[in-house]
């Protein structure tokens, strides 16, 4: 009995202590979200007033890249990856370089035309807040980790205004195929803190409830199902592709800053023969695509991703979920169209459903369709959230997630490593299957 009544006062002044800490981080990360948000949203809108503002990128990636090199390494590239980084190489130690430096590197990022999401910047400067608080109060590594995580969530959260879908990404995105139970309270309580810190200082989010209420069939499943496959071949496509330019781009052998330089003018040029349209965040296209009011064409997603690998691969700094949404969005809208379903509800899937497969994050996809977009299509969502996910394979945007699950039975993968490091080989009774398969097929023709 006595010892049954230690380890509840012992439980119950633990959650108290992650009470505080959780709404502590979820204060700061929410006002430092609300500072970032409302400084891209000023510049953003000075540089629309110069027609040809994207003229600038070439100088931006030099000076990106210049400002984390000689000020805070660790904030290259798109941030989560840096911070799970940290989390499972340093215990989730970060420089506080990181926190000014990533805010002003992202924010001339997208306003002079780099195709950038906001997320990155938010979830690393939030992880950054949560390390020098841990500092500060001489916290060990196992519960600096833990704020880390927070700071993640909190990020996510309040940069999209979805402060559930927001926590589980924090949570989800460290371990494909693993969960850290004992971070869920306070990653759900800093996640809606600081949702609520940036609504009070009237940051406003883009939630687009679907009206179009399908009616379930087998034909609709079917579709459904079809879409999560195409979308996540669609995350593969978006995954081998960064992997591979990054390495090719990697081998020349030139000067860091004239590649950043040549890069920058590269852009410039697709912008001159394509369009502005998928410089940025893009958010303008999601919207009507989400709203019905635009159909994307066929080519919109590929050349978001060609926009998105050139900017991170040249020193662009910001995040890629943004962008990710944007393809989704588009791929999802061009999917619609091929098989005459609604617009609106298959780019709204399409959306979190590339989230899911390029992040391996089907649990907060899954509910960040609930959040955005309502229950009406939230069912379908999570289905095709699913089906993108297992479809990407053992690869991610994020090299630094660690394994815990394999996907298949059918292939054998190196468990507790680093996706960067995954080597997928098939199973004896996979490369039967394929064989019975490739069989059954060919004597049907």
Not at 24 to 44: A, D, E, N, Q, R
Not at 64 to 85: D, F, R, W
Request: hydrophobic letters at 50%; one cysteine or more; a neutral charge.
């Amino acid at each position: 009995m006595k010892e049954s009544f230690e380890e509840q006062t012992a439980i119950f002044f633990s959650i108290v202590k992650w009470i505080i800490f959780a709404v502590i981080i979820g204060i700061l990360v929410g006002g430092s979200t609300t500072v970032f948000l409302k400084l891209l949203h000023i510049t953003t809108d000075l540089s629309s007033h110069f027609h040809y503002y994207y003229l600038a990128l070439p100088f931006t990636f030099v000076l990106c890249t210049l400002m984390i090199n000689y000020l805070a390494p660790q904030s290259k590239g798109h941030g989560t990856e840096k911070v799970i980084e940290a989390v499972h190489k340093r215990s989730g130690k970060i420089d506080w370089t990181v926190i000014p430096v990533k805010l002003f590197t992202t924010i001339i990022t997208i306003a002079s035309g780099g195709s950038v999401g906001k997320e990155g910047p938010s979830g690393q400067i939030g992880a950054g807040l949560a390390s020098m608080f841990s500092d500060l109060f001489k916290l060990n590594d196992h519960d600096r980790k833990k704020l880390v995580i927070c700071g993640i969530s909190a990020g996510f959260a309040a940069v999209f205004g979805t402060p559930i879908s927001g926590a589980i990404f924090g949570l989800e995105v460290l371990y494909v195929g693993a969960i850290m139970y004992d971070v869920m309270l306070p990653s759900f309580i800093a996640g809606i803190i600081a949702y609520h810190v940036c609504t009070y200082f009237g940051i406003t989010y883009f939630h687009s409830h679907i009206n179009f209420v399908p009616i379930f069939s087998n034909s609709f499943f079917l579709v459904v199902m079809l879409a999560g496959i195409v979308f996540g071949t669609i995350s593969f496509i978006f995954i081998e592709s960064f992997r591979t330019i990054e390495e090719w781009i990697h081998k020349w052998s030139i000067n860091e800053y004239l590649k950043n330089f040549l890069g920058g003018a590269a852009l410039v040029g697709f912008i001159f023969l394509f369009s502005a349209k998928y410089a940025g965040l893009g958010v303008e296209s999601i919207e009507q695509e989400l709203n019905g009011t635009q159909s994307a064409f066929w080519y919109d997603f590929l050349l978001k991703m060609l926009f998105t690998i050139i900017t991170l691969s040249f020193g662009g700094s910001g995040g890629v979920v943004t962008p990710i949404f944007f393809i989704g969005a588009a791929a999802g809208s061009l999917f619609a169209q091929l098989l005459h379903v609604d617009n609106a509800t298959f780019a709204a899937i399409g959306m979190v459903s590339l989230l899911s497969g390029a992040a391996n994050t089907p649990i907060a996809a899954s509910i960040m369709g609930l959040e955005l977009f309502g229950p009406e299509v939230a069912s379908y969502a999570a289905i095709s959230c699913v089906l993108s996910f297992l479809m990407t394979g053992h690869r991610s945007i994020y090299p630094s997630q660690m394994l815990s699950t394999k996907k298949s039975g059918s292939v054998d993968v190196e468990l507790g490593d680093e996706m960067s490091n995954m080597t997928a080989t098939l199973r004896p009774k996979g490369r039967l299957f394929l064989y019975r398969f490739w069989k059954f097929w060919h004597l049907k023709r």
